[in-house]
Nanobody, 124 residues
């Protein structure tokens, strides 16, 4: 599967952005999906993950209550709605996919496919 992330940009603290990730192929519903982020000088970390059907989600503690992950299997899309953005949310955001496991996972090592990053910058 090939992944294309978009929707990043510059926003003031307290603002919102919606990231999108388009997946190629006809078997998108077989892949569990995740959003990760990486700030300069830091490790890539989980933001949110969603299972194949969209019925189960996982969020990092730092984004709970502010971010929402969702997917549309008919459109081969996964989204990350980000509200109440903070300067510490500034990072390159990556979508990732994996079909090897059925359960969602926050572990980046279990994702085999990655899109290019989309930059999110939150000004104070």
């Amino acid at each position: 599967v090939q992944l294309q992330a978009s929707g990043g940009g510059l926003v003031q603290a307290g603002g919102s952005l919606r990231l999108s990730c388009a997946a190629s192929g006809r078997t998108f519903s077989r892949y569990r999906m995740g959003w990760f982020r990486q700030a300069p000088g830091k490790e890539r970390e989980i933001v949110a993950a969603i299972n194949r059907s969209g019925g189960a989600t996982y969020y990092a503690d730092s984004v709970k209550g502010r971010f929402t992950i969702s997917r549309d299997n008919a459109k081969n899309m996964v989204y990350l709605q980000m509200n109440s953005l903070k300067p510490e949310d500034t990072a390159a955001y990556y979508c990732a996919a994996d079909a090897s496991y059925s359960n969602i996972s926050p572990d980046k090592r279990t994702y085999g496919y990655w899109g290019q990053g989309t930059q999110v910058t939150v000004s104070s």
